[in-house]
């Protein structure tokens, strides 16, 4: 079936860099827009930042300007690099894709979480 299993999470301390990866795999066809999310302790799970296959990009507000969404196509790969790390970051990150599988069917995945965690 499809997986997307995401890695680079862990603890840094407030203005550090964070570089997270969420790779696709199994019988994939094409991926349309892949993203990030997050949820931290208590509160609703929140978009953080969006790209279509062709590029473009959409952020949440809370994290313009610092952090930067991309993709490799051919690797099924989104990145998320995470930079002037706040401690209102610390979430669970989730990585997010609209698969179209070899099937021709279309589904939405998540990936299992990573934890980041912004403390000194």
């Known amino acids: 079936q499809v997986q997307l299993v995401e890695s680079g999470g862990g603890l840094v301390q407030p203005g550090g860099s964070l570089r997270l990866s969420c790779a696709a795999s199994g019988r994939i066809f094409s991926i349309n827009a892949m993203g990030w999310y997050r949820q931290a302790p208590g509160k609703q799970r929140e978009l953080v930042a969006t790209?279509?296959?062709?590029?473009?990009?959409n952020y949440a507000d809370s994290v313009k300007g610092r952090f930067t969404i991309s993709r490799d196509n051919t690797k099924n790969t989104v990145y998320l690099q995470m930079n002037s790390l706040k401690p209102e970051d610390t979430a669970v990150y989730y990585c997010?894709?609209?698969?179209?599988?070899?099937?021709?069917?279309?589904?939405?995945?998540w990936g299992q979480g990573t934890q980041v965690t912004v403390s000194s």
């Open positions: 997010n894709a609209d698969i179209l599988k070899l099937d021709f069917r279309k589904n939405n995945y």
């Open positions: 790209i279509t296959s062709g590029g473009s990009t």
